[in-house]
């Protein structure tokens, strides 16, 4: 049961202190134990090198290392995956009444899961050690007097010296910069509970930052709320409102790109014509459907959506989250790699604005554990960096886990909802402690996402949910910490059966064999069968007649089977050639539920991937220019371009035509991109790109006009917020409004999708081009639109007076601060990385004032590149532009946002593993040959 929540005061010091010293996990002044050995050194980057005899020490340092370094992030990670994340301004943290509303009885859940494993698992010893060290650094800072130097502890994870330095209250010779403390302590007295650390924490933070982030996405209610707008805004057309929201998603493109490759020839042929069949199936029976083969709501449209899209308090979990800025990776070997055996990248192309969740850190033990990568702050997930033998890589596959089912209850005398088929709805009690009401299914643990009442206040629309990984959280645990030791692919396989999260992950060996996989389990969906769970092309496996895309009209229990779990075993390797992930679709039988994030449809930017590494034998730095050229271009510049050519046939105003020709001259990139050394700060913002971006918005806006004429007001606020937006990069708008954000590329995000599909279709003629959906030229069924030539037409008119717009709103916005070129000045360019201070809204332990967001100041996500040379040895490289330690007030060491890595597209040597735990670390040069001092400090 989780504690009340009340308002956070400042506690005093020594509440915190007494509660380590009182602690059961005290440390214990002994004498003549058996020696245990444990080292944390650190690079010039503060990367902690732990060293240890078995694998209980190792974890007992590293969780001591990432509480010396992250403490403040860890402790607002832990309170969050308990749902109490500090007040908000008084009032309840939004994310509070997600996780405590989309996890119902979780506390216990987990316990029950943990009691299946034994106190010598992986488990257990990663989570419990871990949860040791972190409470033996809370001892250290808090105890009154201090620790002597002179001690040893004794404990299940580590007994031996706590090796203080000289005048240090930190053990195994690490010291406080000045402040640190206090600024430590003052973060530590707003964040509740202030309990020491269990096991128990580490499995509830990677459920929360793991699992729940990756695995839980689904945007069902979003999209039948979208629907339902549209069919208010065409009543008298409920066809059109249905072929406009076909036009949405084209469900199970059958040319999408791959992860696992679609077979060559006649068979390939065959597979693609039966995907598009299926989707043909799916949007016919949409178009034609009747009142009982979509869910219906009690409220009106616009009040539903209002629900859906409003107030925390309200929507409950109702609207998910997604990792929009999500990895991408690539694995290479044989031919297309130039003196390695294979190599492996993983990180982002686009700039992740997001806090760093990233933690580094360098494992090994004489047992035989090895680890050199990232894991996650607050836990232990080892998905990002290598072992010697195995280097590997992850990237979210948000492969439908999750469905919903709306199901209509009676209210009952007691409070409880209760449906026809014996399902019962109760309160949820981690809700109501926070004065929330909301609901799950009694005996399940299945959440009620949205409760939509009847005005009579008896009858509801009850929107349950269920996810595939349920009660497979440890196990999910355990399978990604064996898997990272695994030595061989097969291996690695092997313990990946067990990992119920949904991923995409690639590894290359150091034999030059490299392999993609996926992990989850394959959701029970009626209609499907799951004994075949090997193969990617048996259709029965993973369709369902079931439209996906929108909460199912009918019973949990109706929609699945009970037979789980059944993890997906799809997997690829090679020994020569190449694999690429950029998010794009796993495998060509995959449903295709997800209508804004996923861009699973053929002129998708995966293919920028494989058109970069074409032109190259890779190396280590080749890689890395590689990702920095990419991570500059434009996603919607190429596929675009084709049609803004099509312009130059056409005679065009002086105007226009000046536009065209300087948005056609621009090369998609943001700076020299193929000679790429550093990120040009003070270069001059490029006038094409600034011509383009401003053509993809005036473009936009004519386009969607059919989607939003005649609909409501909330219709444009739904529209607008969830589906409409490009994404492109920000510009600055001097002297007053500086963008702190990446300067980078993103997804082809919803509408993006939706005018490439449209363009294609009117010039190109595509192949299996979706007939039920919407011809937003001539506006009209895609199916009846007649000639092609009409619909042409009108696309050109619109691209022209879009070019128009572009020139008045350039003139206005930048006109007399354009060159000649049409080039703006360096201010007018949005900031590449992070911002040097902090902005509103986020904090750092150094404010006094209560905790305002999730996150300290550790900011971007990750990169790595690992090669295997010739003879097989591994060479790691990694960044996280946020640095190792957050950011504390005063001059410290290791909390440099280390932007010059971000700035010179460079990247730190890992660790050598192989360093013993008596040896000193060597500093290494970054992969662009920069050296490192570890005892230079810097002031932020």
Request: proline fraction near 5%.
């Amino acid at each position: 049961m989780l504690l009340p929540r009340k308002e956070i005061t400042m506690t005093k010091y020594k509440q915190l202190r007494n509660l380590f010293l009182l602690s059961a996990l005290a440390p214990i002044f002994i004498a003549g134990t058996a020696r245990a050995d444990l080292s944390i050194k650190r690079d010039g980057y503060g990367v902690p090198a732990i060293r240890s005899t078995t694998k209980s020490e190792l974890f007992f340092g590293a969780g001591y290392a990432m509480a010396r370094d992250r403490i403040g992030q860890i402790s607002i990670l832990r309170s969050m995956s308990l749902g109490m994340a500090p007040l908000l301004k008084g009032k309840e943290h939004p994310y509070n009444i997600l996780i405590r509303s989309r996890y119902p009885n979780l506390e216990q859940q987990l316990k029950n899961e943990i009691s299946k494993i034994s106190n010598t698992s992986i488990e257990a010893i990663v989570s419990n050690c871990m949860a040791a060290g972190i409470n033996q650094f809370l001892r250290d800072i808090t105890s009154n007097p201090p620790i002597g130097q002179n001690v040893r502890v004794k404990g299940a994870c580590y007994s031996g010296d706590l090796n203080k330095a000289n005048g240090s209250r930190l053990s195994f010779g690490e010291k406080f910069d000045s402040g640190e403390q206090v600024a430590i302590l003052r973060a530590l007295s707003v964040i509740e509970p202030a309990t020491p650390w269990s096991g128990l924490d580490i499995i509830r933070i990677f459920q929360n930052r793991v699992m729940n982030v990756f695995s839980a996405t689904n945007e069902q209610l979003d999209s039948l709320a979208y629907l339902k707008l549209l069919e208010q805004a065409n009543s008298n057309n409920l066809a059109r409102a249905r072929r406009i929201f076909n036009s949405s998603k084209w469900v199970a493109d059958p040319n999408a790109a791959t992860e696992i490759p679609v077979p060559v020839g006649v068979d390939g042929s065959k597979m693609r014509a039966f995907m598009a069949n299926y989707r043909n199936q799916i949007h016919s029976r949409f178009l034609n459907s009747g009142p009982g083969d979509v869910c219906k709501i009690y409220s009106s449209p616009n009040d539903f959506a209002k629900k859906v899209k409003g107030a925390a308090q309200t929507r409950l979990a109702a609207t998910e989250g997604f990792p929009i800025n999500a990895s991408n990776f690539w694995a290479e070997s044989g031919n297309s790699v130039d003196g390695l055996r294979s190599l492996v990248f993983n990180g982002p192309q686009t700039g992740a604005i997001d806090p760093s969740l990233f933690y580094p850190i360098n494992m090994a033990s004489r047992d035989g554990f090895k680890y050199a990568g990232t894991t996650f702050a607050g836990t232990f997930f080892p998905a990002f960096g290598h072992n010697d033998s195995l280097a590997y890589g992850t990237t979210a596959a948000n492969n439908g886990s999750t469905d919903l089912f709306c199901i209509e209850v009676t209210k009952q005398n007691d409070g409880t909802y209760r449906s026809n088929d014996g399902l019962i709805l109760v309160r949820n009690p981690n809700l109501t402690q926070i004065n929330i009401v909301g609901f799950y299914v009694k005996g399940k643990n299945w959440p009620v996402m949205l409760l939509d009442k009847h005005p009579d206040g008896k009858k509801a629309i009850a929107f349950v949910k269920r996810y595939s990984w349920q009660g497979h959280v440890v196990t999910s645990f355990g399978a990604m910490i064996n898997a990272s030791q695994a030595i061989t692919i097969d291996k690695w396989n092997e313990k990946l059966d067990f990992a119920a999260g949904n991923f995409n992950l690639v590894s290359a060996h150091n034999s030059g064999k490299i392999a993609f996989r996926l992990t989850g389990i394959i959701p029970p969906r009626i209609g499907t069968s799951s004994d075949q769970s090997l193969s990617p092309w048996n259709a029965g496996n993973y369709l369902t007649s079931s439209d996906l895309r929108l909460p199912l009209p009918k019973s949990p229990y109706m929609g699945w089977r009970s037979d789980f779990p059944k993890y997906y075993k799809l997997k690829y390797s090679r020994m020569d050639g190449r694999i690429t992930s950029w998010n794009h679709k796993p495998y060509l039988m995959m449903p295709d539920s997800d209508i804004i994030h996923a861009s699973w449809f053929q002129w998708e930017r995966s293919n920028y991937i494989t058109d970069a590494l074409n032109n190259q034998k890779s190396t280590l730095l080749s890689t890395a220019n590689t990702n920095g050229a990419l991570s500059l271009k434009d996603v919607y510049f190429g596929p675009f371009r084709q049609f803004l050519e099509k312009l130059k046939l056409v005679k065009l105003g002086t105007v226009q035509q000046s536009v065209l020709d300087k948005i056609l001259a621009w090369n998609g990139y943001r700076d020299d991109a193929f000679t790429l050394k550093m990120y040009n700060e003070e270069r001059r913002l490029n006038g094409g790109q600034v011509l383009f971006q401003l053509w993809m918005q005036a473009f936009a806006d004519r386009f969607q006009k059919p989607i939003l004429q005649d609909g409501s007001k909330m219709l444009g606020e739904l529209w607008k917020a969830s589906f409409s937006k490009l994404k492109q990069p920000k510009l600055a708008v001097p002297p007053t409004k500086t963008k702190l954000s990446f300067d980078s590329s993103s997804n082809i995000h919803l509408l993006g999708r939706i005018m490439l599909n449209n363009l294609h279709r009117v010039f190109n003629g595509v192949k299996n081009a979706d007939p039920y959906a919407f011809d937003f030229f001539a506006n009209a069924d895609a199916e009846n639109i007649g000639p092609i030539k009409p619909s042409q037409q009108k696309a050109l008119e619109m691209m022209i007076a879009a070019l128009t717009d572009t020139a008045g709103k350039f003139a206005k916005t930048y006109g007399k601060k354009a060159d000649n070129k049409g080039n703006l000045p360096t201010e007018f360019r949005s900031i590449y990385g992070v911002s040097t201070r902090m902005g509103e809204g986020v904090f750092t332990s150094s404010r006094e004032d209560p905790l305002r967001a999730p996150y300290f100041r550790n900011r971007g996500a990750q990169n790595h590149i690992v090669g295997f040379d010739s003879k097989g040895k591994a060479s790691g490289y990694n960044e996280i532009p946020g640095g190792v330690r957050e950011f504390r007030k005063g001059e410290t060491k290791h909390t440099k946002d280390q932007m010059d890595l971000f700035r010179f597209n460079d990247y730190r040597p890992m660790i050598d593993l192989n360093i013993g735990i008596k040896e000193s670390i060597l500093q290494f040069p970054t992969l662009r040959g920069k050296i490192v001092k570890s005892d230079k400090k810097s002031k932020l």
